[in-house]
DNA sequence: TTGTTAAGGTCTACGGCGTTGGCATAAGGA
DNA sequence: TCCTTATGCCAACGCCGTAGACCTTAACAA
């Protein structure tokens, strides 16, 4: 095994591949996203990464430790990614309303990347990046502390779970070909109503909606809620206790 | 390949293994769950499986179309046992609240199988028999179709993807022994209060929470936003448009 | 300009994986 | 009792991740 892996930051032979590449972390990364894009979460694997980049798999292995070190790679770059397509009004339910919705775009734009890193907590910059900026709309609005922190964990969490089940869903449809999405207008549409009465009842209206995320919605819940705490909290400060 | 996989209701001969156990769906999934329990999701092989069955790892290929199919088995058996645990009571936000719950905590029950799971839909019977009661809860509520369908969709959606994030943290945390669970009280807490005012300010209250699925909450606020929709609809209907 | 050093490539090999096709055997109906 | 065939086992294929030894050349000092 390679020694020892050297933190980009620190590298410096660029020695390129026997074809030429010369590799970094970031190409890497990048080159991995395509692959889980374009052929699916099987069709990463660390010899066919090494063929993409023109370069031995085993030299893989001076980037990261092991593919689940790339894994943590690959989540950075999805929410880094969604933190540079955000741009701050000044509103802060406006404000975290656009920052969830283009958390879950982000991943939903690589659902086999998204499955792979959604419920990984990486650390790394960018992430610690996006968490600092929650806090920050919500303290700014004058949420206390432990309001503040009440909201962001219910809103972190919801932003990746729905990223990782939607994602779920979008990736099953590219490998099983949209065989899964038929179950709603086929096995769903057909059971009887003796049985399932309620199904039977709502089967028209399951199958035009089941195949659009829920978040949206849920989010607008959790935001409202969250307005509705602030002024309470607000009205109850200024009337006293 | 064995030329077909047989439906567990028409199997007939019940021929034991060499080592004398006889093989069924039911035998096979249950010993499926607890060795992704017992050695996480890494630990789950046909070979080990078929190990643990006392039969030849080819033999699982007679009961299930490939690792995929038994995949599926798996969900739907965790979906059977949320269904198993919960009694209705007659109040249709409470028992749709336990049910959330339910399903929530037979997916963490166990981990790995949730995140191999949540975002599958397997349409087999005991899933459909869990939608079918989550629309008869809403109906029978007074919900009009359209709304009964629209809060069943983020319901069931809200607890899957909870399911599979929170079965994520509890995956990894026991494969990498809470070294995750530690970044909330190292990294985030060592983190300079001039470039990240806001962690630093409320990284106590981080700490205590992010530990916390934020499930139960969300729940609620879905909840009740639905039934404040029921009374404003219900409102509307007497009063005349 | 040249020599030294070690970063960063390549090569080879190991054990394990999912899955398959062929074959053996015994369960259960006739 | 015999026959059929469901259901088990065996052997093999082509992948996989990744470890360790080895080679080559970029970067730097003299």
Redesign the interface.
Known sequence: MPKKVVPETERRRRRPTRQGTVLSERLIVRTALRMLHEHGASGLTARRLGAALGADPSTLYRYFAGLDGLTRAIGEELMGRALDSWTPTGTWRADLRALGLAIHASYLAHPHAA?LT????T?RPRE?AV??TI??LL?GAGFD??D???V???FI??A???A??D???L??KDEVREA?EE??TS??AR?PAET????A??AH??AE??N???YP??LD??L??AEARLTAAGNRGIGGQ
């Open positions: 499955l959604a419920s990984r907590v650390g610690i968490d600092e806090l920050g303290r502390d432990a503040a922190v009440g962001y964990h219910a969490d919801l990746l779970a729905f990782a089940l994602a779920g869903a990736a099953i899964d179950v709603w096995t769903y059971l399932h009465p309620h199904i009842a709502t209206l399951l909606r089941m659009l995320s829920a919605v849920v819940t959790l409202g809620q």
